[in-house]
């Protein structure tokens, strides 16, 4: 039976599922911030040491300004509102991406959560935000100063000293990796699922994780 030590998310939907309620996008992207809480709970009880969330991607930036004004507003005031929580549970908040081009007080926001929580130990929430996987691994060729070989060239990527995701899943209906962990995802076992983000659910999770569970994973070998 495989080991299950790190979950990937791309939560993919939140606007439809927003706009087939008929209440648009930015209600679709506040109910997957509770869908995401929700599986964070779940996965503590499972036992999941790290999880991943696609949060906004380097991307995104071709939204409209009014949408992404809004799920920055909406990023930033989960953790002012949450960090009692968050502290609480034993969460330690990671950040992949390049956050230093985000805006004062969303960076000051998400530089204190991490600072607040990197002590605890239940679990390890990785939040991608502003982040590319291409821009991701040019730039750790352009950080490399030593050999290049694998080991040198993973100590420059964002997930440097995290496993390697043992499941993606992405929900919403498209099979594409959407320039997310390229390089992580290469041995990782994909799932894809119809259900937009907002519908998606613990029971689906356990279930996905069963199936993990089961399947034989070679890594190359018979």
């Known amino acids: 039976m495989n080991k299950l ?3 990937a998310f791309i939560m993919d939907g939140n606007g439809r599922w927003g706009r087939n309620k008929k209440k648009g996008r930015n209600f679709g992207h506040l109910k997957g911030v509770e ?3 929700k599986i964070v709970k779940s996965s503590i009880k499972l036992n999941i040491p790290i999880v991943t969330f696609y949060v906004f991607s380097s ?3 071709k939204r409209p300004k009014t ?3 809004y799920l920055f507003k909406l990023i930033r005031n989960y953790f002012l509102q949450e960090i009692e929580s968050i502290i609480s549970q034993n969460i330690k908040i990671n950040i992949l991406g390049e956050i230093n081009k985000l805006s004062g007080d969303v960076k000051k926001t998400l530089k204190k959560t991490i600072n607040l929580t990197k002590k605890n130990n239940k679990i390890l929430v990785n939040l991608a935000i502003n982040y590319g996987s291409k821009n991701e691994i040019l730039n750790a060729f ?3 100063k030593k050999k290049l070989n694998i080991k040198n060239f993973e100590k420059n990527l964002y997930t440097k000293n995290i496993q390697n995701p043992d499941i993606l899943i992405r929900t919403g209906g498209h099979q594409r990796l959407s320039n997310f962990m390229l ?3 290469a041995y990782t076992e994909l799932f ?3 259900k937009l983000w907002p519908d998606f659910n613990s029971n689906d999770l356990i279930k996905i994780i069963n199936k993990f ?3 034989k994973r070679n890594f190359g070998s018979i």
């Open 35 to 37: 869908t995401v809480k």
């Open 183 to 185: 390089w992580q995802l």
């Open 192 to 194: 894809f699922l119809n």
């Open 142 to 144: 352009k950080k490399n």
């Open 67 to 69: 949408e992404i004004n």
């Open 59 to 61: 991307e995104n930036w």
């Open 5 to 7: 030590n790190h979950v």
């Open 213 to 215: 569970k089961q399947t």
